[in-house]
């Protein structure tokens, strides 16, 4: 039972173009979603992160859409470069147990 | 200064026999984990623990077994390793915010022949 579904499984972008990312979810008790990025040989580590609350988040050049209804959010990577090419892991929690639940994961290229 | 250090980062081993993975936190975290990273590069917890309790044991083989000497520390000892096993195991720690999200170690890759 994946309880957080990612899209795309990969995915090819140009140089300075958008690269979008979906998850949805399904247990509504979830409260935070952050998005993890991966480079090989590494440990996954916290790109950026957003509670239910609000709907958008903007750290820099990636943002996350968050669709409380729709139980959906979605990474969005503006002028996306090749040292943007990584596996992105999409997450949810809830509460006290902390235990993150995290999407299948988006092996994305960047091609200069 | 490595935050999360695991050691060691190969492990090549046969069948059947008994290995441990090592991981330190420097971050003053309370609670630590171990993630499972199987070829498909999907990551699934295995256990958690915090400030030296085992509070997350998902659904493991009991030959996969814990130890957390101290909130600092968290090992992972794995008998009778089978071709199975074979992944990479990632240590993590998490601190009482949980917008700083978990910081990972750099995984141990263990290959089981």
């Known amino acids: 039972q994946q309880q957080v579904k990612q899209s795309p499984q990969s995915l090819i972008v140009q140089k300075g173009g958008i690269s979008i990312i979906n998850c949805a979810y399904e247990n509504t008790a979830f409260d935070y979603f952050p998005w993890y990025q991966q480079f090989p040989g590494k440990g996954p580590a916290l790109l950026i992160a957003?509670?239910?609350?609000?709907s958008e988040k903007k750290e820099g050049r990636f943002t996350i859409s968050f669709n409380k209804s729709a139980k959906q959010f979605s990474l969005h990577i503006m002028d996306s470069q090749p040292g943007d090419s990584a596996t992105y892991f999409c997450a949810a929690n809830r509460g006290a147990t902390n235990k993150l639940i995290f999407g299948t994961g988006t092996l994305l290229a960047v091609q200069p | 200064d490595t935050a999360v250090s695991q050691t060691p980062k190969y492990l090549v081993t046969q069948m059947g026999n008994d290995k441990s993975i090592k991981c330190e936190q420097n971050?003053?975290?309370?609670?630590m984990y171990w993630y499972k990273q199987d070829s498909k590069k999907f990551l699934k917890i295995m256990f958690s623990y915090n400030n030296k309790e085992l509070i997350i044991n998902e659904t493991v083989p009991n030959r996969f077994s814990p130890k957390s000497p101290d909130k600092a520390h968290l090992n992972l000892h794995i008998n009778s390793l089978e071709l199975g096993d074979s992944a990479v195991y990632f240590c993590a720690s998490s601190g009482t915010d949980r917008l700083w999200g978990y910081t990972f170690g750099s995984g141990t890759r263990l290959t089981v022949v």
């Open positions: 971050l003053g975290h309370d609670t």
């Open positions: 957003i509670r239910p609350d609000v």
